[in-house]
T-cell receptor, first 118, second 110 residues
């Protein structure tokens, strides 16, 4: 079974509008972390935002926020006020277990290609 | 802002040759990783490294692959006897609570 699922292969948004990229996850571990990365056409993997399973509040970083619904096992990325430079592939990833001083591998979803139209 | 640095950015090699991909992780991080991404596909975990030894590896990380931290700053991935299917983008990452990736090395085996 997929541990991380991104069901939207592609998304389109108008510049200055908000967009939500979906991510659902599957784990039985009570301790986990959820990450979002941006991969532009140049190929690098840019960290955007992190949410820990025990965090009480949804994470925010500038125009990025994470809509964390633990009971639904979803961690959707919301990008507000989209810009042309936001056009890229976006990956959701999960790290299970650890916390404290133990940091295991990330498992990635399939990615969503976001295209921002002027 | 601290960053993970990978070299080279591109590498073309003949099938059967050995390649070494290099990474300089973030200096105060203790966990290091290699991932690969075949063109257009998802990112796959290869190996994690902690306290100078492999802590976890995937099925992909067979005897063809090895990792090393030869000094206090570098972290390398060696691929012996490369195959055409090893062509991919290889990412190094380092981690504390957050995981940061290098810019990747695009390996092409011809």
């Amino acid at each position: 079974a997929q541990k991380i699922t991104q069901t939207q292969p592609g998304m389109f948004v108008q510049e200055k509008e908000a967009v939500t990229l979906d991510c659902t996850y599957d784990t039985s571990d009570p301790s986990y972390g959820l990450f979002w990365y941006k991969q532009p056409s140049s190929g690098e993997m840019i960290f955007l935002i992190y949410q820990g399973s025990y965090d009480q509040q949804n994470a925010t970083e500038g125009r990025y926020s994470l809509n964390f619904q633990k009971a639904r096992k979803s961690a959707n990325l919301v990008i507000s006020a989209s810009q042309l430079g936001d056009s890229a592939m976006y990956f959701c990833a999960m790290r299970e277990g650890g916390g404290g001083t133990s940091y295991g591998k990330l498992t990635f979803g399939q990615g969503t290609i976001l295209t921002v139209h002027p | 802002e601290p960053e993970v640095t990978q070299t080279p950015s591109h590498q073309v090699t003949q099938m059967g040759q050995e390649v070494i991909l290099r990474c300089v992780p973030i200096s105060n991080h203790l966990y290091f990783y290699w991932y690969r991404q075949i063109l257009g596909q998802k990112v796959e975990f290869l190996v994690s490294f902690y306290n100078n030894e492999i802590s976890e590896k995937s099925e992909i990380f067979d005897d063809q692959f090895s990792v090393e931290r030869p000094d206090g700053s570098n972290f390398t991935l060696k691929i012996r006897s490369t195959k055409l299917e090893d062509s991919a983008m290889y990412f190094c990452a380092s981690s504390d609570a957050l995981a940061f990736f290098g810019q990747g090395t695009r390996l092409t085996v011809v």
